[in-house]
């Protein structure tokens, strides 16, 4: 008799395990069946990192070409070149989704937009798998274009500025990382549970690497910062018409 009771606690944790664990990685869908990112995130981190930025681990970074040292762009003191952010000059694509403050996004049948809460950085991005825009002008962000690998979103980013990559050189200021003009992104997002959204981000740039190289990070949910939401950054060093009255630059 108590060893039937036993096998029938055993069966029955097992069950009860099993619906937990279903639980855990049943992920919420839009209308058309596709993983919902909608909510608020964390900045992207490698699995079980701690610490509040995320910058991209130089043991991965591919041989440079001829000439590619120019990555490494020294600090000059200026503090419009090594903290251009100081005066609201944008932070730039991946930076400002790398540092210490929540990304919202929200997503419907055709767009996902991403809102870092620094600097309210926002990205709009198109689900429809279109091709990258021809005469765009480079950006800060780029033209990003989303397409769907079955549970596994896409998102393909070109037409960069030159501009800086990282925040590593609060780390190393002989390390200020400028990626190239010819700058190009892929980043799979992958809901692999309610509360994880696998991030795995290429880096591609042919003026720089010998070839691309792929950092995995992960996104964590945050439910309890809906009450409320990104906190407002406004950015205003180089308003020059306080009260309407414009000075000379």
């Not at 008799?1 to 099993?18: C, D, E, G, N, Q």
């Not at 070409?65 to 903290?83: N, S």
């Not at 198109?126 to 079955?150: C, I, M, N, S």
Request: hydrophobic share 35%; proline share 10%; charged share 25%.
């Amino acid at each position: 008799m108590k060893r039937v009771v036993m096998l029938l606690f055993i069966a029955l944790a097992t069950v009860v395990s099993a619906q937990s664990s279903s639980k855990s990685t049943q992920i919420p869908r839009t209308i058309d069946g596709k993983p919902d990112f909608s909510g608020i995130w964390d900045n992207p981190k490698p699995p079980n990192a701690r610490g509040p930025a995320t910058v991209f681990d130089r043991t991965k970074f591919p041989p440079f070409k001829a000439g590619g040292e120019a990555f490494y762009e020294p600090r000059t003191g200026d503090p419009r070149h090594d903290e251009p952010r100081a005066f609201c000059m944008p932070s730039g694509f991946p930076s400002a989704f790398l540092g210490p403050y929540p990304v919202q996004m929200i997503q419907n049948a055709k767009y996902l937009v991403m809102i870092t809460e620094f600097m309210r950085v926002t990205r709009i991005i198109p689900l429809d798998g279109r091709p990258h825009q021809a005469d765009v002008e480079p950006t800060f962000y780029g033209d990003p274009v989303g397409r769907w690998d079955g549970d596994t979103l896409v998102i393909d980013t070109t037409h960069f500025k030159r501009w800086s990559l990282d925040d590593y050189y609060y780390t190393n200021p002989k390390e200020y990382r400028m990626h190239s003009d010819a700058f190009h992104t892929v980043e799979r997002l992958t809901r692999v549970e309610a509360g994880t959204i696998k991030y795995d981000f290429t880096v591609d740039d042919p003026k720089i690497f010998t070839k691309p190289w792929t950092e995995n990070w992960e996104f964590k949910l945050h439910p309890e910062w809906e009450k409320t939401g990104l906190y407002e950054m406004v950015c205003n060093e180089n308003n020059r018409c306080p009260g309407g009255q414009c000075a000379k630059p």
